[in-house]
């Protein structure tokens, strides 16, 4: 069976890394005997609308154009935090036989005969609302922390010193920078720097190669 990955975190950089998710979802394929074709990491919101969702998107015309029957997610989220955009996804899938697969879930949107399961629907539906009413309360826990926080007396943002000069971001990643300058892929790069005990990410490897390479 030819699958996609499709991964996602809501910040750019080392704070968030679609790493662990990847990691999850290829083992779960190779245990299933499922081929991999292609990995989609995106860094953005999910509750931002479908039609700017570049990677999302090119993840599904990839599927349609390339013969891709199956999109993994690690779990429903990932896809969207919008329960209207995660159902247009979702229709979307139905409409082009795409099967999907929801890790942390444990469900799938066509069962092994192929058939459309009748409670898919219902689920997405329901757990895409708690999904969205989660994220309604970590933003209203967010804001009223923050609001506190500020009539205390405190300050928002980056404290002074906390960004890494040229200099200190070369000294850090030289063994990133080395494997990249040896022509290295970003997921070589990973493994070879993981192997010699360098802390680092996709992302960063990615933000290291534009600043540094290009």
Known sequence: MKAAIFARVSSVGDRQSTDRQVSDLINYATQNSIDVERVFEEHISGVTANA?????NECLDYAVNNGIELILCSEMSRLSRSVYDLQESIKFCVD?????????EGISLF??????????????SVLGVVSQ??????????????KLYKERGG?????????????????????????????????????ICKSKGVKCSTSTIKRIKKEFLN
């Open 52 to 56: 700017k969702r570049e990677v999302l």
């Open 96 to 104: 082009h036989n795409i099967n999907v697969f929801f890790q942390k």
């Open 155 to 191: 300050k928002l943002g980056r404290k002074v010193g906390s960004v890494k000069t040229e200099e200190q971001m070369k000294e850090q990643y030289k063994e990133v920078i080395k494997c990249l300058k040896k022509g290295y892929s970003v997921a070589n790069t990973l493994a």
């Open 133 to 146: 009413m989660e994220r309604e309360n970590i933003k209203f826990r967010l804001n009223s922390g923050r």
């Open 111 to 124: 069962d092994s005969d192929g058939k459309q399961s009748m409670l898919f629907p219902i689920l997405v």
